[in-house]
């Protein structure tokens, strides 16, 4: 490797490490009466955007959607009655949270180093997990990408170049055994025929084509064990972490009691997939796939396969 890349390489590292601690020590003037604030207005401002499941806005104005539902639930269990949200663009959210627009973001907005060093986020709300539809039963017991690797007899389809045909790879499973599929449609027809024995996307895509087939003769294996998570979570000014705290103590209460799966799993979530990991973890996670496609594309020759982006449902906003 040449003395150019590994500079940069080193470079990178120690500014995704950089972005760790500032995410967990940056000190900010802290609010402890945020909370009481809040109820005593009787609503917290929140900042949506209108994408359905995330976050929806209904012709009479009505905010639903899985992120306002459940912080509409938390903070009536904090004595705030109601939330009155503000449709805002990605970009412009957080900026708005710190001018003091919002009290919160509940919009679906993923986890990233440097919105963490902006923002205090809550605990994960909402994953974007992998996910398998397979013949009811589950056969093949196929509950990982090792597990596919391990029979001799499964084969999978995946999207070419997406992260589930590179998650099926780099657990070991034969080129020839991993099945490029070039849509939905045609990776549930192929699981219907039996040319495959497991179909992967996203937990909300994989769900979409399964409610939308009808088949009573597939299932949904979700979260894939063993693979990456992306998540979101309630996002508070930094200052506010006591009202996060709070946040994060009721939220945890829902999750414990089911009511947090009533609420998010109607829109096509997986409870277990927020259930599985932490913001902590998340945060990780992230700064070393970021390390990881940045490393990639020092590396790779121009044109090559090697800078393809991996598939998504929903952008990685």
């Not at 972005?19 to 917290?44: H, R």
């Not at 949200?85 to 900026?95: D, K, V």
Request: with cysteine; hydrophobic share 40%.
């Amino acid at each position: 490797m040449g003395t150019m890349k590994l500079n940069a390489l080193m470079a990178m590292a120690a500014g995704a490490t950089a972005l760790i601690a500032i995410a967990v020590t940056t000190p900010v003037a802290a609010d402890e009466n945020k909370l009481e604030e809040l109820k005593e207005q009787g609503f917290a401002r929140v900042a949506i955007a209108n994408e359905p499941p995330f976050t929806a806005v209904g012709a009479d104005g009505k905010v639903s959607g899985a992120a306002p539902d459940v912080a509409r639930e938390i903070f009536k269990r904090l004595g705030v009655p109601e939330i009155v949200a503000s449709i805002s663009e990605y970009g412009a959210m957080i900026p708005g949270l710190q001018a003091g627009r919002h009290d919160a973001i509940t919009a679906g907005l993923f986890m990233k180093p440097e919105r963490c060093a902006a923002v205090a986020y809550s605990q994960p709300i909402l994953c974007d997990a992998e996910a398998f539809a397979l013949k009811k039963g589950n056969p093949l017991k196929l509950k990982s990408y090792k597990d596919i690797a391990d029979n001799p007899d499964a084969k999978i389809g995946a999207p070419g170049g997406g992260t589930e045909e590179k998650l099926a790879l780099e657990a070991g499973v034969p080129r020839d055994r991993v099945i490029v599929v070039p849509d939905g449609q045609s990776g549930m027809k192929m699981l219907q025929d039996g040319r495959i024995d497991v179909y992967s996307l996203p937990v909300l895509s994989i769900n979409d084509l399964v409610s939308k087939a009808s088949d009573p003769n597939i299932e949904v294996v979700a979260p894939v064990e063993g693979a990456p998570v992306y998540c979101d979570g309630a996002a508070f000014r930094k200052g506010d972490e006591a009202l996060r705290d709070a946040f994060d103590v009721e939220l945890a209460k829902m999750k414990e009691s089911g009511e947090f799966a009533k609420i998010i799993e109607p829109y096509g979530f997986s409870a277990k997939a927020a259930m599985s990991t932490t913001r902590e973890k998340t945060l990780r996670r992230q700064v070393s796939l970021s390390w990881a496609s940045r490393r990639l594309s020092i590396g790779a020759t121009p044109g090559g396969g090697r800078h393809a982006r991996p598939r998504r449902t929903k952008p990685a906003i």
